[in-house]
């Protein structure tokens, strides 16, 4: 038997040139680096920003990069052939493997594209049946269990439990119109319920969001075991999408749709642009201006801070990472004496060696950052 540990890397399709140096994803892959890579291509085509459709698989970040960049803009790179005389003994060696380039490359997230490392002691299975024969015999389908075990690191045992509960689960009946769909592409797909042709991703969208929000009527027949959902005309609204536009670092005029723009936009300012789109649209759904939510302007609570890093102050670390949960709450400190903006009070406290809950205490009475240092008789 053998098996694969590949590399995929950016690459401008018009250029050849490899604009994200330091990212890439490491991975490793039973059938060929050819189809594997095809099968990442397909992951990407079913990547959807929205956070009630996004993917939560390891392969996540990847095809979040690949969606706003453009698959034609990747490449795959085998970087080890390993071979093995049973599937166990495969799995070890590509595992080891696969930690040992994560490492090289230092693969990652946030660096890179890596969500979750291989196992570095994999269980053995104790079947020594083939996959596809274990499949069989539990009634289950071979691609699902294969996935599971490789792609979400699960157990034999726990893959086969899952995917018999999946079997055994309700099934979802969709209504509308007095009319019984099986599948929410059926409803899709019927000219005389979907006249406008909203999209199969859109109906199910709405759908989500329906039932998250209690606005769904939902029949349980534990007779048939089906759960029917009762459908209205809210599930056939069409999300209509704006164009963004806005000013860049650069002083050019940028106008697309977000999903376009992030990418355009991540390729030319990777210095300032957040590494999940995801971060963009919650942002914009949180009324951040364009400019906000891309990273070329500071967020809402920072704008004084930006304002006087204008006129000549200067971080007292640095520029602080607002994508990072330490700074979403975060109030900065301004040092007059040194025209100095600490990111946080935080920041501050662990400069000077003072207790957090100290200055915070000191702010609330009132005190400046200069007023707190002379009270602990600290120099600036």
Request: net charge positive; proline share 4%.
């Amino acid at each position: 038997m053998k098996g694969f540990v590949y590399k995929i890397s950016h690459r401008d399709s018009q250029t050849g040139t490899n604009k994200f140096q330091e990212s890439c994803y490491i991975g490793q892959t039973k059938v060929t680096v050819k189809d594997r890579w095809n099968q990442h291509k397909r992951g990407c085509l079913n990547f959807s920003v929205d956070p009630l459709l996004r993917s939560k698989g390891k392969s996540a970040a990847l095809y979040e990069m690949m969606s706003v960049i453009r698959i034609e803009n990747f490449t795959i790179d085998t970087l080890e052939e390993l071979n093995a005389d049973n599937e166990d003994s495969l799995l070890s060696l590509l595992d080891k493997a696969e930690n040992n380039y994560i490492d090289q490359f230092n693969s990652m997230v946030p660096n890179g594209w890596n969500k979750v490392r291989p196992p570095k002691k994999r269980k053995s299975r104790s079947n020594t049946k083939s996959l596809k024969q274990v499949a069989l015999e539990h009634s289950i389908a071979y691609s699902s269990l294969d996935y599971r075990m490789t792609e979400l690191n699960e157990t034999e045992e726990d893959a086969i439990a899952h995917l018999k509960k999946i079997s055994t689960d309700p099934n979802i009946i969709y209504e509308y119109g007095r009319q019984r769909f099986k599948s929410i592409r059926l409803l899709a797909e019927s000219k005389i319920h979907n006249p406008k042709s909203i999209d199969k991703k859109t109906i199910e969208k709405n759908i989500r969001k329906l039932k998250k929000s209690k606005g769904l009527e939902i029949v349980i027949d534990l007779i048939k075991n089906e759960h029917i959902y009762l459908l209205t005309e809210q599930v056939f609204v069409e999300n209509k999408k704006k164009k963004i536009s806005l000013i860049g670092p650069n002083g050019k005029p940028y106008k697309d749709f977000l999903k376009k723009l992030y990418g355009e936009l991540l390729v030319e300012f990777p210095e300032f642009i957040p590494k999940k789109i995801g971060t963009v649209q919650s942002r914009l759904d949180n009324n951040w201006t364009p400019r906000q939510a891309l990273g070329f302007d500071y967020p809402k609570k920072f704008k004084d801070a930006q304002l006087l890093i204008e006129e000549g102050y200067t971080w007292a670390i640095k520029r602080p990472d607002f994508t990072l949960k330490e700074f979403k709450n975060a109030k900065p400190i301004v040092l007059e004496s040194k025209k100095e903006i600490f990111a946080s009070q935080k920041q501050f406290a662990e400069t000077y060696l003072l207790k957090e809950d100290h200055v915070s205490l000191c702010i609330k009475k009132n005190m400046n950052a200069d007023k707190i240092l002379i009270l602990n008789k600290l120099e600036p």
